[in-house]
């Protein structure tokens, strides 16, 4: 009997056993199956934390006993960038994370995090539930023994903060960044040094001068990390996460262990949490913003040369990439998607924002 069939049977079993032994629909806790969780975040992680949570909370609800649900923050169990790992090996049953951390196992998995110049949060949801990026996030992860959903969004993440203001693509030269993704790797192009380090440590790294600076998130969840205390220089607009998916991805051969209702509840509870997430981010932000200015940020744009820096650093690192079969395929279903949706939001919703600013302004 090889491994999956073994553990199909294991909790059919199990399954059969409580039926016949219980009375109420409740399922005795010595009956519940226990998942292991574990996340690329630190505990308290404003925002990321919170999804990864929030995933494990409605899993634990809605399955009425018959889960267990166990987090593990980042060096709990296993470092923050092993998740992937322990899970794909069994040492742990699922993991909530930014997906791009892992495009050194592939570069495809850099899209259902956020790729530079990608898709918005509304075209991420659109792209992946309407347009296939579900399927391809499936197919991807079956390589690897994984059954992944988004779970979380922090919509789009700001440019970042920084030891100097940028003027010019050259101002990137030797500067140490932290930035992961294919983001990182267009800066990289520019002559930055990048840096791919775990939240947790990020602070650390630029209050020592290990690193001159790093994108996180956004306002929010950039005050709270408390980088302000730092550098007061700060991008609110970036190229490289325009609206950034986080996600669960749990041992293929445990989800398919259990039943049908279980699999739906992880599904579902993955779902709610993208979308509670983005919600909770958008909210924050605004506020947060207002407090980083009043305490002595500088807010800034990139200028329109260094725009252009990052388009051309972006294009290299798509096209080293496309003699990959599911790379090329998930960055042209991608890329179709936000042709078809962006022209109707542009003349729809964009077109009422405009006016609405206009007339009540």
Request: no cysteine.
């Amino acid at each position: 009997m090889d491994r999956r069939s073994f553990i199909r049977a294991s909790a059919l079993g199990g399954t059969a056993a409580a039926a016949t032994s219980l009375a109420a629909p409740a399922i005795a806790a010595s009956h519940a199956r226990t998942l292991t969780f574990v996340t690329t975040w630190g505990r308290g992680l404003a925002g990321v934390h919170d999804a990864a949570q929030r995933v494990a909370d409605s899993i634990n609800a809605m399955s009425d006993g018959s889960l267990n649900v166990e987090l593990k923050a980042a060096g709990e169990l296993v470092g923050a960038f092993e998740v992937f790992d322990a899970v794909t090996s069994g040492q742990a049953d699922m993991y909530h994370g930014a997906d791009y951390y892992f495009v050194g196992q592939h570069p495809a998995y850099a899209f259902f995090t956020g790729v530079p110049f990608g898709s918005t949060a509304q075209e991420t949801m659109i792209w992946y539930y309407q347009d296939g990026g579900k399927e391809l996030h499936d197919e991807l992860g079956e390589i690897f023994g994984l059954k992944s959903f988004i779970a979380g969004n922090t919509g789009a993440q700001a440019g970042g903060w920084f030891n100097k203001e940028i003027n010019s693509p050259e101002d990137f030269q030797g500067l140490k960044f932290r930035m992961p993704g294919l983001g990182g790797q267009a800066l990289g192009k520019l002559g930055a040094s990048i840096q791919n380090l775990p939240g947790g440590e990020v602070y650390q790294a630029l209050a020592s001068g290990a690193i001159d600076g790093t994108e996180w998130i956004g306002p929010w969840a950039d005050e709270k990390a408390g980088f302000q205390e730092i550098t007061k220089t700060y991008y609110t607009a970036g190229f490289h996460e325009p609206g950034v998916a986080l996600s669960v991805a749990m041992n293929r051969d445990v989800f398919d262990s259990l039943t049908p209702g279980q699999q739906k509840i992880i599904e579902i509870a993955s779902l709610e949490s993208h979308q509670w997430n983005l919600s909770q981010f958008i909210a924050n932000n605004g506020a947060a913003l207002a407090r980083l200015q009043s305490g002595g940020v500088k807010v800034l744009e990139f200028p329109d040369v260094v725009w252009d820096a990052f388009a051309g650093a972006s294009r290299e690192v798509f096209e080293e990439n496309m003699s990959d079969d599911i790379f090329k395929r998930t960055y042209d279903s991608l890329q179709a998607s936000i042709k078809s949706t962006s022209g109707w939001l542009a003349q729809s919703e964009g077109v009422y924002t405009k006016q609405r600013a206009r007339v009540f302004s």
